[in-house]
C-alpha cells in the first residue's frame, strides 16, 4: 500500500509535465508546489490508516468544490439581466454575501433602538430634539441650547436622557464633538443641512420627517420629550406635565385651561407618551398632510385636534401653561417658575441667536441673586429684541435699573397683565 500510494503520487505529477493542455505549473509559487510535491518522501502508515487519510483528503475535496461552486454560482448571477426573478435572487443571496452599503449607523451600535436604550429613563422616556448644518454650526443654536442644561436650575441631569438627531452628515459630525448621544437621519434625496426658511418646500419636508420619525420612537415602546433646539431648558418640566394626558404641547399662547381646545399649539416642545391612543393619532396626524398640502405639521395640528378621530380613540391631549413652558409669544412671566423658553414668533436665525443670547444672560444674572432677592421683586426677560412683533411691546410701567440698551440688566417693575 505505501509504494501503491507513492506511485500514485508521482504518477499525477508525471503526467501534469507532459500535459498537452498546459495544466503544469507556471509562477514561481506553483513551482515550488510541484517540486515539494515531487519530493515528498513516501508516507509509512498502516493499511487502515491510510485509508482513513484518503477518505479524509477526499472529504475535504469534495466541501472545497461545493463551496467553490456556490461561490462561483452566486458571483455569475451578478451578470444576469435584471429581472424579477433575478432580483429575488440577489435578495435571497444578500443574507450570505451582505453588500457593501452596511453604514456604520445601520449597525447595533449605532441603531436608534440602542441610542433610545442607552439614554431612556426607568419609565422608557427620552428628550428628542433635531438639528441640522445651520443649528449646528460653531457658537449657533445647538451651543446655546446644551448651555441652557449646564446653567439650568438642575436641568444638567437631563442631559443623560437627551439624543441630538442630525438631519445630515456635518450635524452629525458636530454633534459627536458637542454631545454623548447622538443619532443621523439623513433623508436620501433631500439636504437639510441650509437654514430652511419657514414654510419653504424644504421647511415643509424637514417639519413632517420630524413627525414620521417620533412616530416610530412612539411605535418602539418610548415616551418623549421633543424640543426644538432653541427652547432654552431652566428648569425640570416633568413636574409640571398632566399625569392624565396622552398628548401634552406648548402653546403660542395659552387661554388659561389645559383643555380648551382653542390654544394655539406650537409643536416645538411636547410630552407624549407611548400607547395604543398616540400612536393612533401620529399615524392620523402624519397621513394628514396629503389632504392639506402645503401645510406645515402644527397648522394641520390646529384643524385635526378638532377632528371627532381624536375623540374615537380616545387621546387625552393637554396643552401647557405658558407660565412654564413660555416663549418670545407668550413670555412666561416669573423667574422663579419658567421651565422653557422658546425662540418661537421668530423669523431667521440670527434674529433667533441675538434674543436667545439675551435669554441666558438674564437667567444668568437671576440665578446668580440671592434668594430672598428672588422671591421678593418680579422680573422681567427683556427679550424679545430682534424677534420682536408689531403686536408685542415691553410694558411702560417696567424700568430699568440701568440704561435701556445695558444688556447685562433685568427689568425690574410690576408683573404684567
Not at 407660565?323 to 409669544?329: D, V
Request: net charge neutral; glycine share 4%.
Amino acid at each position: 500500500m505505501r509504494q501503491k500510494l507513492t506511485r500514485s503520487m508521482i504518477l499525477i505529477i508525471d503526467e501534469s509535465k507532459n500535459d498537452p493542455q498546459g495544466i503544469s505549473p507556471k509562477g514561481i509559487d506553483d513551482v515550488y508546489s510541484y517540486h515539494y510535491v515531487l519530493h515528498t518522501p513516501p508516507i509509512h502508515c498502516s493499511d487502515s490508516s491510510c485509508g482513513v487519510f484518503v477518505r479524509r483528503s477526499l472529504t475535504a475535496l469534495l466541501l472545497f468544490a461545493a463551496v467553490f461552486f456556490v461561490y462561483w454560482s452566486a458571483d455569475s448571477l451578478r451578470f444576469l439581466p435584471n429581472s424579477s426573478s433575478s432580483s429575488s435572487s440577489s435578495t435571497s443571496l444578500s443574507y450570505v454575501f451582505p453588500p457593501e452599503a452596511i453604514l456604520m449607523e445601520d449597525s447595533e451600535e449605532h441603531s436608534l433602538e440602542k441610542v433610545l436604550k442607552d439614554i431612556a429613563t426607568e419609565d422608557k422616556t427620552v428628550i428628542i430634539t433635531t438639528i441640522n448644518e445651520a443649528w449646528a454650526a460653531p457658537n449657533s443654536i445647538v451651543d446655546l441650547f446644551l448651555e441652557s442644561f449646564r446653567i439650568g436650575d438642575r436641568t444638567r441631569k437631563l442631559m443623560n436622557h437627551l439624543v441630538i438627531v442630525a438631519l445630515d452628515q456635518k450635524a452629525y459630525k458636530r454633534c459627536l464633538i458637542l454631545h454623548a448621544h447622538c443619532f443621523s437621519l439623513a433623508t436620501e434625496g433631500v439636504n437639510f443641512s441650509r437654514e430652511a426658511y419657514f414654510m419653504t418646500p424644504n421647511y415643509l419636508k424637514m417639519m413632517w420627517r420630524r413627525i414620521g420619525f417620533l412616530l416610530s420612537v412612539l411605535e418602539m415602546g418610548y415616551n418623549f420629550v421633543f424640543t426644538d433646539a432653541d427652547v432654552m431648558w431652566f428648569r425640570d418640566p416633568f413636574t409640571h406635565f398632566h399625569s392624565d394626558g396622552d398628548f401634552q404641547i406648548a402653546c403660542d399662547h395659552f387661554s388659561g385651561n389645559s383643555l380648551e381646545l382653542s390654544n394655539r399649539p406650537n409643536g416645538g416642545f411636547n410630552y407624549v407618551k407611548s400607547n395604543n391612543r398616540t400612536i393612533k393619532f401620529y399615524e392620523f396626524w402624519y397621513s394628514s398632510q396629503d389632504k392639506h398640502p402645503g401645510c406645515h405639521d402644527q397648522d394641520v395640528l390646529n384643524i385635526i385636534k378638532y377632528d371627532p378621530f381624536v375623540e374615537e380613540i380616545g387621546l387625552k391631549m393637554r396643552f401647557l401653561d405658558t407660565a412654564y413652558f413660555g416663549g418670545l409669544c407668550e413670555p412666561s412671566r416669573d423667574f422663579n417658575q419658567v421651565c422653557t423658553m422658546h425662540a418661537n414668533c421668530c423669523v431667521g436665525m440670527n434674529s433667533k441667536l441675538y434674543d436667545l443670547r439675551i435669554m441666558l444672560q438674564d437667567w444668568r444674572l437671576f440665578m446668580a441673586m440671592l434668594p430672598a432677592l428672588k422671591r421678593s421683586s418680579s422680573y422681567f426677560w427683556r427679550v424679545p429684541k430682534n424677534c420682536s412683533l408689531g403686536s408685542f411691546h415691553h410694558p411702560s410701567a417696567s424700568v430699568m435699573v440701568a440704561g435701556q440698551e445695558d444688556s447685562t440688566q433685568l427689568y425690574i417693575g410690576k408683573s404684567r397683565t
